[in-house]
């Protein structure tokens, strides 16, 4: 597609439920992150990708956070036992590759809600 | 470690006047530097990056950003505000050769009429 899409645009769900939210890049991206953006908040990075291995996990927040990358494309970060402060919009970004010029296109978002 | 500090957490500018958004930045070496902007419901986007020659950067919708090493300072700056231009800011940060990117906590942009 012409830019970074991401799936669902807004997920409410309830606290203890597992969510799964979805990242296409652009096409060609060999690098994708993740990052969380709570309300009044910075980006916090959670994770990146260069194809489908993530040398770098050190932003994920507990081990309830997991992520992965298949086919060098798509990306899905899953939510297991979901807390009310997992409540937050996450951002999913690609760029060429990364370590190169880290320009990096963002999609729009999920807003999760956990209730 | 790198770090980005944008000492403003909401700044308010008049239609037509001039506007200048900070950021400070902590990192070893000569970093990639960039800033984005964020408008309500969007997607972060690209306004202008610093990867290495002029340290006077030009960016899209008439904004620009001046690297200074002395000051480990990337500040964005816009001679005339509009409407349009209200809206979250983030400068960040990129290690050279490595992967990740800091990102600031924002400045939060109002314009008054």
């Known amino acids: 597609g012409a830019g970074v899409s991401q799936s669902p645009s807004n997920k409410v769900t309830e606290k203890g439920k597992d969510v799964e939210l979805r990242c296409d890049p652009i096409s060609g991206h060999t690098a994708l992150y993740w990052y969380r953006q709570s309300l009044g908040q910075g980006l916090e990075f959670l994770i990146y990708?260069?194809?489908?291995?993530?040398?770098?996990k050190s932003g994920l927040p507990s081990d309830r956070f997991s992520a992965e990358r298949t086919g060098g494309s798509v990306s899905t970060l899953t939510i297991q036992r979901t807390q009310q402060e997992d409540s937050a919009v996450y951002l999913c970004?690609?760029?060429?590759?990364?370590?190169?010029?880290?320009?990096?296109?963002f999609g729009p978002g999920t807003r999760l809600t956990v209730l | 470690a790198q770090s980005v500090t944008q000492p403003d957490i909401h700044i308010t500018v008049s239609e037509g006047a001039s506007l200048e958004l900070r950021c400070n930045y902590s990192y070893g070496a000569t970093p990639y530097l960039f800033w984005y902007v964020q408008s309500p419901g969007q997607g972060l986007q690209l306004l202008l990056k610093y990867f290495s020659g002029d340290t006077l950067v030009q960016g899209i919708k008439g904004f620009e950003a001046e690297f200074k090493r002395s000051q480990s300072s990337f500040n964005l700056r816009k001679p005339s505000v509009h409407w349009s231009d209200a809206a979250e800011y983030f400068c960040?940060?990129?290690?050279?050769?490595?992967?990740?990117?800091?990102f600031g906590a924002g400045t939060r942009l109002f314009v008054k009429a």
């Open positions: 960040a940060v990129g290690a050279r050769g490595g992967f990740k990117t800091i």
């Open positions: 990708f260069q194809g489908n291995s993530a040398p770098d």
């Open positions: 970004a690609s760029s060429l590759a990364a370590g190169e010029t880290n320009e990096q296109f």
